[in-house]
């Protein structure tokens, strides 16, 4: 199987990123701002209007400061709810086909809808960084395991007239990133969080394989029983129920050397050759210059 192509909207420096792509998938990011240290495919857009086509999953992690505990009450509502309409428009998505699965990330007490939990200390990182996920797959978090016996890494941001404790060095090992700098960690996802979602996203694509290979399989028998025993039915009725979901190598039809087309019994395998003249024919060019 081909590595899946996922779409990760509000990128940032690609902490996400690098997660699901260590888990299998074809990242491309998308940001509204220049992202220079982002380490895969970027385009530079709007997220709730860039084009979703040609992905198979798209993920999103929308700005947290206005359900951040961290943002002081009175000025949150100076930020934008960007949550509700990423997910509006990702179930829009799935729902008309373009799409099969969504993932959204946010912050403890953002309005989420049964999210799982991820823990970085139970991840064995130095950070505890707790973050929800939403999808409309099945997904599972991980409990919690506070348990490393050292304090963890504060990596947040914090007011322009203090200094953070920690080193950026520091925080790039507690979060498992080794590509950004520290403004960019204060807002980062670490990998590891994907990378625990993506293999599960990376199961239901296989099983999103296999579904279409089985459907491929019984929609041949349906052909070929309607050819043997139904010669009126039409082409687009014997194959409708494939349209956008037939899997690439799902052959229905063949055809002979000469063009013209084959047609395998209700029961056997597919025929070489049109005709024994054909068959000849194939024979005499196989076997054209080895006479001794």
């Known amino acids: 199987m081909s590595r899946p192509r996922l779409l990760d909207l509000f990128c940032r420096a690609g902490g996400a990123s690098a997660g699901y792509h260590a888990a299998g998938f074809d990242v491309t990011g998308v940001d509204i701002d220049p992202q220079p240290h982002y380490p895969f495919p970027f385009i530079q857009a709007d997220a709730l209007t860039v084009d979703l086509s040609g992905y198979d999953v798209v993920t999103a992690s929308p700005p947290c400061q206005k359900f951040c505990r961290a943002t002081p009450r009175a000025r949150r509502a100076n930020h934008q709810d960007l949550l509700g309409p990423t997910r509006l428009r990702l179930r829009e998505a799935v729902a008309r086909g373009e799409i099969w699965g969504y993932v959204i990330e946010n912050v403890p007490g953002a309005p989420m809808q049964d999210p799982i939990t991820i823990c970085g200390e139970t991840l064995r990182l130095g950070v505890q960084r707790h973050r929800l996920f939403e999808s409309n797959l099945d997904l599972h978090g991980t409990p919690c395991h506070h348990d490393r016996g050292v304090p963890a890494v504060p990596v947040y941001g914090r007011p322009r007239w203090q200094t953070s404790p920690v080193h950026t060095e520091v925080a790039r090992q507690a979060m498992g990133i ?72 799902c052959v229905t039809t063949r055809t002979c050397r000469c063009g013209a087309p084959l047609h395998r019994p209700a029961t056997g395998r597919w025929p070489r050759h049109c005709s024994h003249a054909c068959r000849q024919a194939a024979y005499r060019e196989r076997t054209k210059g080895t006479a001794a």
């Open 178 to 249: 080794d590509w950004m700098p520290w403004s960019d960690l204060t807002q980062a996802i670490p990998p590891a969080y994907t990378a625990w979602i993506g293999v599960q996203l990376i199961g239901h694509a296989r099983q999103q394989v296999t579904q279409a290979a089985r459907r491929c399989v019984t929609q041949a028998s349906r052909t070929e029983t309607s050819r043997t025993f139904e010669p009126q039915t039409s082409p687009d009725d014997a194959t409708g129920e494939l349209d956008g979901h037939a899997l690439t190598g």
